[in-house]
């Protein structure tokens, strides 16, 4: 006897759905791989940041071209035969367009806005730099629960009714019963065939994560200061966010004294008094202290100036502050120098000297806005 296998071919609609996927996902690495190429320059520019949305960001994309309609051969028939050349109007006349510009010969820039999630950002800025993910220590006191389908039972609600294994029972209950006619193959389960599948709420403790941004915001730093502090911030807090469910963010500016503001007062305020370090280093020691146990939170603390400070005395200050309350409760303790023209530079240089061969304490010197790059893998790269 001979056995033909039949192959199974998908219904019409489906094959369609399944190639749209496909060219779907083809597009989406084009424009993974174009936004990788061009990231040193969205991140430089800041372009990204005023395009912003809950969890998406779109991003120009200027070297994909649209699709466009294009002129076919003049021996093919169709709609709109006759003489006439590429370009030319239809009632043979040249026209003029709006404000009384003729209509121009050459091709447009095709610039196609994207959307991307904040995610997919954070991805393709681990890739480009070689980020290490974070080992994080400790978890938080937050927990995440999640339904899992663990086995099937006889009981349960018909929103969780297993419908296989129902069928088959009620299969194998006919033939063994003897009512099974495979000339009219009808299946009716009764109550004894019911089956539901079964489930268990597992409970994980969430990592969580806090940043606490410190800038200086004394006279001496400008508006193009602040932006490069701006723009760096809004990478470090997408790469920490896709390594950590929790991630919480606070603000402390200063100049001769500190306190805590929002986002937006922390990159918009500029003040004209004295720098004083030690009074944003010991607000950020109590928040820790009273809202984020080291042994429950991994705590990243940043702080971001032009290198002025007060005193000699007060910068000794700081260093004790570190040593002995802030070092010990983070991950890691990261200063940013921002070039300024009216800073002097010199904190970055104190910090290296007292805190020399301490690998939780990352400096960095960012002159402009080419520099976030580097900073920002400074910063990150060693997975804390």
Known sequence: MTVVALRHRRPYTDRVSLRIDQDHGRFRSIVRGRIR??????????ELLGRQGKDVV???????????????????????????????????????GEGGKKAGQGEGQHAL??????????AILGEELALPNIENKGKAKLVNKKDRYVGIRRVGPNSLRHFKRTFRHALRRQIGMG???????????????????????????????????????????G??????????????????????????????????????????????????????????????????ENDYPSGEWNIYPFHFSDGDNWSVDDTLACIDILKQKL???????????????????????????????????????????????GSIREFLGKGR
Not at 59 to 84: A, E, L, N, S, T
Not at 242 to 271: M, P
Not at 343 to 356: T, V
Request: charged share 30%; with cysteine.
């Open 37 to 46: 190429q061009n990231l040193r320059k969205y991140i430089s520019q800041g």
């Open 58 to 96: 779109s991003i120009p994309i200027p070297q994909i071209d649209i699709p466009r309609f294009r002129y076919g051969d003049k021996q093919q028939g169709g709609v709109g035969q006759g003489d006439g050349d590429s370009g030319d109007p239809l009632s043979g006349e040249e026209q003029e």
């Open 113 to 122: 806005e994207v959307e991307v999630t904040l995610d997919e950002l954070a």
């Open 179 to 221: 009512t099974y006619d495979p000339k009219r193959p009808i299946i009716i389960p009764t109550r004894d065939d019911m089956r539901y599948r079964s489930w268990k709420t597992d409970e994980e403790p969430i990592a969580n994560a806090v940043i606490l941004y410190m800038m200086d915001v004394s006279g001496s730093m």
């Open 223 to 288: 508006d193009e200061q602040k932006e490069i502090v701006r723009i760096e911030s809004f990478w470090i807090d997408a790469w920490l966010r896709s390594q950590y469910k929790g991630l919480e963010t606070r603000f402390i500016i200063h100049d001769a004294a500190a306190r805590e503001v929002d986002r937006d007062t922390f990159f918009r305020t500029r003040e004209s008094g004295g720098t004083m370090i030690s009074s944003a280093y010991k607000l950020a020691a109590q928040m820790i």
């Open 327 to 373: 070092l010990p409760a983070s991950n890691m303790f990261c200063y940013g120098q921002v070039e300024s023209p009216y800073g002097s530079g010199q904190f970055i240089k104190d910090l290296r000297e007292h805190l020399k061969g301490d690998d939780r304490v990352i400096t960095s010197e960012i002159r402009d806005r080419d520099a976030i790059v």
